[in-house]
C-alpha cells in the first residue's frame, strides 16, 4: 500500500464523475444529519478528519466484481445505493474500501441533497420529505478577536451548518440569541466549489452582502465582514485546496487479498460490527447477495403490523441456522462458511418466514418484540425440518412469551442461543466427510425441555409464584402484553386486532374526575399508579375498544351500542373469559374491583404455568 493526498472538491468531482464507487462489501450510508454537520464543523476547525483506504484498479478488472454508486441525492424513503450497471467512464475506477460514511457526508453536503422525514409526519409523500441542502449561517460564526488583534476560533460555540430547503434558507432564524440582531444569513456551502483556485473574497462578500433581505441583516453583515470573509476563505481552502483527504492506496486484484484487508481494518472501529464483517464477505462473492438481502428484510419486515428485523439479526440468523459457531472473531470467516451460508441461504429464508408468519399469528409486531434474539431459536426448529403442529405452536408460543417474560436474553444472548441450539439438536457424523451433522432431537418443539434447561448466568425459563406477582404489576405494555397472551390463549390474533384495553378507563382517573366521584383524596395517587396495571387491563377487539372508548365501565357493561344491541351478549361468559369479578362495578369501587380481579388473574395464571396454589 502507498500513501496519497488530494483534495476534498477532488473526492467530489470523482463520485459525480463516476470515477469513485463502494465495492459490495459496504454496508449502506447510515449517518444522520447532525453528523454530517458535525463533520464540516471539524473542517472549519482544521481538526483532522481520519484517513481513508481506496482500491485502485483497471476497469476490465473491475467488470469482474460487484460496485454501487454513492448516493448523490439521500432519501430516506430509499437509502440504499444503486447498483453500478452498464460501462465504466474511465480506464481506473476507484472502490472505498474505508471512509464512505465520510466521504458520501462530504458530497452530500456539498453537491448534493437530503431529504428525511418531518418530524410527527406519517405521509410517504414529498411534502413530508422537503429537499434539503447544507447551509452555513454566516451571522453567527464562532470568531474572537484575540490580544494581537488575530481573528480566532471560539471552542465552545460550533459553526451553525444546518440541512434547509430553499425556502426554509430565507426565513429560518438562528437559535442562538444575539441581543435581539438578526442573526441569520444561510450560505449554501456548495457554492465555494464554483469559485475557482484563486477566488476574490472581496467580491463573493459583496455579492452576498447584496442579498441581504432588510436593514438590519445588512448592518450584521457589515459588522461582522472580518469574520465571514475568513469563514469563506477558509471552508474554500478546506474544501478546494487543502489535500485533506489522507488515502493509503491499495492495487490488488484478488478479491481474498482485499477482503483481509477489509476486515482488517474495519474490525477495531466501532462502525462496523462483526456481524457487519460477515455480511460484507458474504455479499463479496454473491452476485447479487446485496440485494438479494435487502429486498428479504424489506418483504420480511413488513410482515403483519410490521417488524425491525436488521442485517445484525439476519447475519446471526445465518450463523446459528448453519449451525456454525454463534460467537465469532475476525479470523473466522473462512471461504467454507461463507460458501456454506450460501448454500444454505433458501432454506434460511424459508424458515425465517415461517416463524414470522407465526409470530403474527401469535399477535405480535416489531414493538412488542424486545430480543430478536429469541426468534433465531424458532427459526432452527424449522430450519431442521421441525414440525408446526398444534403442539409445537402451543409450545413455540409458550416459549415466546417465558423467554421474553423472564428475560433470559438480557446481557449473554449469543450463550443463551448457544444453549437452546444444543439442547434442540442431536449430532452425527457424516460418513463421507467426516464433518459433524446435526439433526433435531424432537420433530415436535420441546418446550418442556427447555423449561428445565439451565442457561448462562442461572437463568431460566421458568416461572415462580413469585415472578406471577412481579407480573400482575406490570403497566400496559409489551410485558403486560405477554402476561395478559398468557391468560388469554385462545383468541385468534391473525385473523383479529386486539388491543389492551382499560377495564375501568384511564381517562377517569384525573383529580377532578375522581373528585367529582367522591373519591378520597388520599386514594388519588394510588389509583392513578395502578390504572395502568394487569388488573384493569383486558385484550378486546379493535371494534370493541372504540365502541367502548371511555364509557364508565358498568355503564357500558350494562349498556347498547347506535344499533340498540346489547354491548355484551352473553354477560357470563363475558365475565368468566374476562376475569371480571362478581362485584359492584361502579368507578367508586375500583380498588376492590382491582384487588379481585387480581386475585382471579393470579389464580388464573398458577394454573396456566402448572405452578403450586400459593
Known amino acids: 500500500m502507498s500513501y496519497h493526498s488530494k483534495t476534498i472538491k477532488e473526492v467530489v468531482e470523482d463520485i459525480e464523475f463516476e470515477k469513485a464507487f463502494l465495492p459490495a462489501i459496504q454496508r449502506k450510508f447510515v449517518w444522520p444529519r447532525h453528523k454530517i454537520e458535525y463533520l464540516f464543523d471539524s473542517l472549519m476547525r482544521n481538526f483532522p478528519i481520519g484517513s481513508f483506504l481506496f482500491w485502485e484498479l483497471k476497469a476490465e478488472k473491475a467488470y469482474d466484481y460487484v460496485f454501487y454508486s454513492f448516493l448523490k441525492n439521500y432519501d430516506g424513503r430509499r437509502p440504499n445505493n444503486v447498483r453500478k450497471t452498464g460501462n465504466f467512464l474511465h480506464p481506473e475506477i476507484i472502490g472505498v474500501l474505508d471512509g464512505q460514511q465520510r466521504l458520501s457526508s462530504m458530497y452530500l453536503g456539498l453537491q448534493g441533497t437530503h431529504r428525511e422525514r418531518l418530524k410527527y409526519s406519517r405521509s410517504q409523500e414529498d411534502h413530508a420529505y422537503p429537499e434539503t441542502a447544507l447551509y452555513l449561517n454566516l451571522l453567527t460564526l464562532p ?13 465552545e460555540q460550533d459553526f451553525e451548518f444546518k440541512f434547509l430547503t430553499q425556502e426554509d434558507a430565507l426565513k429560518t432564524k438562528s437559535k442562538r440569541n444575539q441581543g435581539g440582531v438578526d442573526n441569520s444569513f444561510w ?12 477566488p476574490e473574497i472581496d467580491q463573493y462578500y459583496e455579492a452576498l452582502k447584496n442579498k441581504c433581505t432588510n436593514e438590519n441583516q445588512s448592518k450584521a453583515f457589515s459588522d461582522k465582514k472580518r469574520f465571514i470573509k475568513k469563514a469563506l476563505r477558509d471552508l474554500h481552502k478546506r474544501v478546494c485546496d487543502e489535500e485533506l483527504i489522507n488515502y493509503f492506496k491499495v492495487t490488488k486484484d484478488d478479491l481474498d487479498d482485499i477482503l483481509k484487508i477489509f476486515i482488517r481494518v474495519n474490525s477495531g472501529g466501532t462502525i462496523l ?7 460484507s464477505t458474504i455479499i463479496a462473492t454473491w452476485e447479487d447477495g446485496r440485494d438479494e438481502i435487502e429486498s428479504f428484510l424489506k418483504d420480511l419486515n413488513s410482515k403483519g403490523d410490521g417488524f425491525a428485523f436488521n442485517n445484525d439479526f439476519l447475519m446471526r440468523c445465518c450463523l446459528v441456522l448453519s449451525d456454525l459457531p454463534v460467537l465469532f472473531k475476525v479470523n473466522s470467516f473462512k471461504s467454507e462458511n461463507v460458501q456454506l451460508i450460501k448454500d444454505n441461504w433458501d432454506k434460511i429464508k424459508s424458515s425465517l418466514v415461517k416463524t414470522v408468519e407465526l409470530l403474527e399469528s401469535f399477535g405480535f409486531k416489531g414493538s412488542l418484540l424486545k430480543s430478536q434474539n429469541a426468534v433465531i431459536v424458532i427459526a432452527y426448529h424449522f430450519m431442521k425440518g421441525g414440525d408446526s403442529s398444534e ?6 408460543r409458550r416459549y415466546l412469551l417465558y423467554a421474553l417474560l423472564k428475560n433470559v436474553y ?28 446435526y439433526h433435531l432431537k424432537h420433530q415436535t418443539f420441546p418446550f418442556a425441555q427447555l423449561l428445565r434447561l439451565k442457561l448462562p448466568a442461572n437463568k431460566t425459563l421458568k416461572i415462580t409464584s413469585e415472578d406471577v406477582d412481579e407480573f400482575l404489576n406490570y403497566k400496559k405494555g409489551a410485558n403486560s402484553f405477554f402476561v395478559l397472551s398468557l391468560l388469554y390463549p385462545n383468541l385468534r390474533f391473525n385473523q383479529v386486532h386486539f388491543h389492551q384495553d382499560h377495564i375501568h378507563p384511564a381517562s377517569k382517573f384525573t383529580e377532578s374526575n375522581m373528585k367529582d366521584q367522591g373519591i378520597e383524596e388520599e386514594n388519588w395517587p394510588l389509583w392513578q399508579d395502578i390504572k395502568d396495571m394487569i388488573p384493569n387491563l383486558q385484550l378486546m377487539e379493535g371494534r370493541e375498544n372504540s365502541s367502548k372508548n371511555a364509557a364508565y365501565f358498568k355503564d357500558w357493561f350494562n349498556g347498547y351500542d347506535g344499533n340498540g344491541r346489547k354491548n355484551i351478549a352473553d354477560l357470563v361468559k363475558f365475565c368468566q373469559d374476562n376475569f371480571i369479578p362478581n362485584t359492584n362495578y361502579d368507578f367508586s369501587n375500583f380498588e376492590e374491583f382491582y384487588n379481585k380481579r387480581k386475585d382471579l388473574m393470579r389464580l388464573e395464571l398458577t394454573k396456566v404455568l402448572n405452578l403450586s396454589p400459593v
Request: charged share 30%; proline share 0%.
Open 143 to 155: 470568531y474572537s478577536v484575540d490580544n494581537e488583534n488575530k481573528v480566532a476560533i471560539d471552542g
Open 187 to 198: 450560505f449554501k456551502i456548495g457554492e465555494v466549489l464554483r469559485w475557482g483556485d484563486d
Open 273 to 279: 460490527s462483526k456481524t457487519d464483517l460477515l455480511f
Open 391 to 396: 403442539n409445537s405452536k402451543q409450545g413455540i
Open 410 to 437: 438480557g446481557g449473554q444472548g449469543d450463550q443463551v442461543i448457544s444453549s437452546f441450539r444444543t439442547a434442540l439438536r442431536g449430532e452425527v457424523k457424516d460418513q463421507t466427510s467426516g464433518r459433524k451433522e
